[in-house]
């Protein structure tokens, strides 16, 4: 159907020599296909936003991991633990960071308030928190993208139903069939359509690539959960 579009919409300016312009299919839209163009601008301009947010986010955490990674191995290898939730603390944009902090602190609080058999327990149960608060943290707005990139070319679906319609009214009007007659509702279906798709493409794009991101986040947050289980189990049993 979009296609026939474009067809007619090719045939039309080859036999009359106009010449469109997105300026003048904007003054020559009616009010719906403006709040559906004005619709998606905003969804384009919100998904772009996201995109942007994410990405410094996710370079900031890989960044600071890879530093915090090198700097705690000394202090949990001394077992300086505060040293070591000290380092997290001036990481706090590493996902790993946040983990070890949190796993770091309930072993040092479950240490004194709780039998030597149910630490490490309580140890990785704060852990198992705090990786659910982090994908948490790691995943907002992903669902946005999802959202626009499904339901975008649907909003410009509309507008192009709304450009046939005022099409089938030119031809009413003017008592006319030719391509004259239905040049400006093509337009607007033309506009919307391809608006919508604009739209929809990056964000589709946009939500896979963060979500395999945030899949390799999860799996080095779980290994760093497992390795800190392994050396609260390994300094229990040498205290002991």
């Given at each position: 159907?979009?296609?026939?579009?474009?067809?007619?919409?090719?045939?039309?300016?080859?036999?009359?020599?106009?010449?469109?312009?997105?300026?003048?299919?904007?003054?020559?839209?009616?009010?719906?296909?403006?709040?559906?163009?004005?619709?998606?601008?905003?969804?384009?301009?919100?998904?772009?936003?996201?995109?942007?947010?994410?990405?410094?986010?996710?370079?900031?955490?890989?960044?600071?991991?890879?530093?915090?990674?090198?700097?705690?191995?000394?202090?949990?290898?001394?077992?300086?633990?505060?040293?070591?939730?000290?380092?997290?603390?001036?990481?706090?944009?590493?996902?790993?960071?946040?983990?070890?902090?949190?796993?770091?602190?309930?072993?040092?609080?479950?240490?004194?308030?709780?039998?030597?058999?149910?630490?490490?327990?309580?140890?990785?149960?704060?852990?198992?928190?705090?990786?659910?608060?982090?994908?948490?943290?790691?995943?907002?707005?992903?669902?946005?993208?999802?959202?626009?990139?499904?339901?975008?070319?649907?909003?410009?679906?509309?507008?192009?139903?709304?450009?046939?319609?005022?099409?089938?009214?030119?031809?009413?009007?003017?008592?006319?069939?030719?391509?004259?007659?239905?040049?400006?509702?093509?337009?607007?279906?033309?506009?919307?359509?391809?608006?919508?798709?604009?739209?929809?493409?990056?964000?589709?794009?946009?939500?896979?690539?963060?979500?395999?991101k945030v899949e390799a986040f999860d799996v080095e947050m779980d290994n760093s959960s497992m390795e800190l289980i392994n050396y609260f189990i390994l300094r229990r049993g040498a205290k002991k």
């Amino acid at each position: 159907m979009v296609a026939t579009l474009y067809v007619y919409a090719a045939m039309f300016l080859q036999t009359t020599g106009s010449s469109w312009d997105l300026r003048t299919m904007w003054s020559q839209m009616s009010f719906l296909p403006r709040a559906v163009v004005v619709t998606l601008f905003v969804l384009s301009v919100y998904s772009f936003g996201v995109m942007i947010d994410r990405a410094l986010m996710y370079s900031a955490a890989r960044k600071q991991s890879r530093i915090f990674v090198q700097q705690v191995a000394g202090a949990l290898k001394d077992g300086k633990l505060d040293e070591a939730i000290a380092i997290a603390e001036r990481n706090k944009k590493s996902h790993i960071a946040k983990v070890v902090a949190t796993g770091l602190s309930e072993f040092q609080s479950a240490s004194q308030q709780v039998s030597d058999a149910d630490v490490v327990e309580a140890a990785k149960r704060g852990l198992e928190r705090s990786v659910a608060i982090v994908h948490a943290e790691m995943k907002r707005g992903l669902s946005a993208l999802a959202t626009i990139g499904s339901t975008a070319p649907f909003v410009g679906l509309f507008g192009t139903v709304v450009g046939i319609l005022n099409a089938f009214k030119g031809i009413e009007q003017s008592h006319a069939t030719g391509l004259s007659a239905v040049a400006g509702g093509i337009a607007e279906a033309l506009v919307t359509t391809a608006f919508g798709l604009i739209v929809a493409v990056p964000a589709v794009w946009a939500y896979n690539y963060f979500t395999n991101k945030v899949e390799a986040f999860d799996v080095e947050m779980d290994n760093s959960s497992m390795e800190l289980i392994n050396y609260f189990i390994l300094r229990r049993g040498a205290k002991k």
